[in-house]
């Protein structure tokens, strides 16, 4: 949406590469090898933030996070380092229509201080593939992207009667990100695009292309998947390279978690973006 003219006004500014993984607790990444023998869930943190300078929070769709949790969290790693939190589920796969303002008050006081830190991304609005495109569902939209209004957000759609232009528009009259997916071709999923909808950060999502996995109802499954040195080059190649003439941040996390994956493609994707000869920051 954002065109070449558009990005000449802006100036020579470099878009700054994140990549990272969605979530970073996992017991399987022990047995991988990623952490070490016998690491405590609560020293996960500290440990991949030598490795990665970015995390996407996927707990806090579970449940609404707390701001003290959350500071705790913050504590543990460089405060260069930053995070993306999932919206909790009753705001997007389980809405009380009597209830949902008030969860949406009390997840922005959950990610508050991560906001006033600077730390805070993204929120990743996550909708799932029952979430088409009907007049309910985008009246429901607006009214919680104006309800979340100040925190930086970015929209997931699964079900491909999003890809709209006119979506895509208004997107970007709010200045929220459209959520680049990777994901198994399968009818009515969303495509795999480079729309770039916020001039201050694009955001992509790697979930694997296990295509007879994917609804299994088990994740073991549907994440069960290693990208090849060629898909990721083509992503590099014939999107992000696009995408990062657009925007002045992005953020790229792989989700492919199953047996430490999702930290294998991530290390190897910022290689390859380094011989593209795109910035990706790093701590160490």
């Not at 607790?25 to 023998?37: Q, S």
């Not at 088409?132 to 009246?139: V, Y």
């Not at 919680?144 to 079900?159: C, N, Q, S, V, W």
């Not at 990100?177 to 916020?198: G, H, R, S, Y």
């Amino acid at each position: 949406m954002i065109d070449a003219t558009q990005q000449a006004a802006r100036g020579p500014d470099v878009c700054r590469l994140f990549v990272g993984t969605s979530g970073y607790a996992y017991t399987e990444w022990i047995d991988a090898g990623f952490y070490p023998p016998d690491t405590k869930s609560g020293r996960m943190l500290p440990l991949y933030a030598r490795h990665f300078s970015i995390t996407e929070l996927n707990y806090t769709w579970y449940q609404i996070p707390r701001a003290d949790a959350i500071e705790r969290q913050r504590q543990l790693v460089p405060p260069e380092f930053l995070f993306a939190a999932k919206l909790t589920r009753n705001l997007t796969h389980e809405i009380d229509p009597e209830q949902w303002s008030g969860h949406a008050d009390h997840y922005r006081n959950g990610v508050t201080p991560l906001l006033q830190a600077d730390q805070l991304v993204a929120v990743l609005i996550q909708l799932p593939p029952s979430f088409a495109r009907t007049p309910n569902n985008r009246k429901y939209l607006a009214a919680l992207i104006d309800k979340l209004h100040g925190l930086p957000l970015a929209i997931e759609f699964r079900h491909r009667s999003w890809a709209n232009d006119r979506v895509f528009a208004e997107l970007e009259r709010r200045r929220v990100t459209l959520v680049a997916v990777d994901e198994p071709n399968l009818p009515d999923l969303f495509p795999a695009l480079d729309v770039v909808t916020n001039p201050n950060l694009f955001y992509a999502r790697f979930h694997g292309r296990n295509t007879k996995g994917w609804r299994s109802g088990k994740m073991q499954h549907q994440f069960d998947y290693n990208y090849s040195d060629a898909e990721l080059s083509n992503w590099v190649e014939e999107k992000i390279v696009h995408m990062g003439k657009q925007a002045r941040r992005g953020v790229l996390f792989f989700n492919n978690h199953v047996r430490a994956q999702a930290p294998e493609n991530a290390r190897r994707m910022t290689g390859l973006l380094k011989e593209q000869g795109l910035t990706v920051v790093e701590l160490q």
